[in-house]
């Protein structure tokens, strides 16, 4: 019942102590000016989940993409939009998203503001799949929404 | 492949659409001054975790507890502390804390501060237990962690 595995990370700034930025993505495309921060993943055995920071700079985006897994997320910086589905919803401070199973979904910064989220998934999930063009066509019917998306 | 369930929830100076302030908890003592607001949690039947944000005013403080669950922590607001087995943390905004199985902790506000933080936690888990005293007798060796401690 001691403190063994506790620990602190104490944050400046958006930079947290022991915490790297990484790469969004290790491969693919279909992003631009985003990076990812594991803050409590695999370096912590005990969870069955994992918090990650992601922020993406101004006018950049997440990749277009769908998975098994849901999302939770807590907007913790600046100012941006989602596309879930076919729904666009603007985003600002400590909104929360929840993204459902297999919903195509895409995050952008504004045009002149940082976007940071806290993103929390299940530590055992599927990877990402990047919708092709056909699923695009069939799933997406909301024109605004498909005008909007980056590839 | 729709956003069938997918939900945005805004939030306007920490108070969410749809999301209700409960009290912290329904039974026991232990606690002053704080609530919860239940985020993402059974309402999202997908979820195999859920995000509470908990709302401490100042000089109030969470229960001092420990459970075989881990928490994951993120400040969003204000500042205070968090007792962590034998250590003593001063907590600010956006600093993570990790919570290890089997750990008492407990959560101050300071004084003259709201300590407001998102906690994530297994959807299945344990119950709280309080420890007794003969438990923190033995569990707990630092005097100013032992006078910080509120029952």
């Given at each position: ?6 620990k ?10 022991s ?12 992003f ?10 695999e ?11 992601f ?14 897994h849901?999302?939770?997320v ?14 666009i919803h ?21 045009k ?10 299940d530590?055992?999930?599927?990877k990402p ?14 024109e ?8």
């Amino acid at each position: 019942m001691d403190n063994q595995g506790s620990k602190v990370l104490k944050c400046d700034n958006y930079h947290w102590d022991s915490v790297k930025r990484h790469q969004y993505k290790s491969d693919g495309g279909g992003f631009s000016k985003i990076h990812r921060y594991a803050l409590l993943d695999e370096r912590f055995p005990e969870l069955n989940f994992h918090t990650r920071y992601f922020e993406i700079e101004p006018g950049g985006y997440s990749s277009l993409e769908y998975h098994r897994h849901p999302h939770s997320v807590v907007v913790i910086r600046g100012k941006g939009s989602v596309i879930i589905g076919n729904d666009i919803h603007q985003l600002s401070l400590h909104d929360i998203v929840f993204i459902s199973p297999e919903t195509i979904h895409q995050f952008h910064a504004d045009k002149d503001e940082y976007l940071g989220f806290l993103c929390m998934v299940d530590r055992y999930r599927d990877k990402p799949v990047i919708p092709d063009s056909e699923t695009v066509e069939k799933k997406i019917r909301n024109e605004n929404v498909r005008s909007m998306m980056k590839f």
